[in-house]
């Protein structure tokens, strides 16, 4: 069985960064495509980033320039750097990892991109 925890979320003011991290637990597995997403207050759940286990990546149009995805294969671990905060990206941030056929949602961590 994999888990998946992301955490690093928190408060932080426009213009601010913040580092997320996933990562996913068990035996025995190394993962394969990885992407963050985000589910603001009333908005359905958005495609933020994604990293393939080729090394390919992808991020919405509203990110880009501002977030880097990145990940630590040896330790099953996939970071968002996100930097230039605006009010816009606060959202629960959610990871879903990709092991095999099949995928894993962690629970979630809070950004607040507030002054």
């Known amino acids: 069985q994999v888990q998946v925890a992301e955490s690093g979320g928190g408060l932080v003011r426009p213009g601010g960064s913040l580092r997320l991290s996933c990562a996913a637990s068990g035996s025995g597995f190394s993962i394969d495509t990885v992407g963050w997403y985000r589910q603001g207050p009333g908005k359905p759940r958005e495609l933020v980033a994604m990293?393939?286990?080729?090394?390919?990546?992808n991020y919405a149009d509203s990110v880009k320039g501002r977030f880097t995805i990145s990940r630590d294969n040896a330790k099953n671990t996939v970071f968002l750097q996100m930097n230039s905060l605006k009010p816009e990206d606060t959202a629960v941030y959610y990871c879903?990892?990709?092991?095999?056929?099949?995928?894993?949602w962690g629970q979630g961590t809070q950004v607040t991109v507030s002054s």
């Open positions: 990293s393939t286990s080729s090394g390919r990546t």
């Open positions: 879903n990892v990709w092991v095999w056929t099949k995928d894993y």
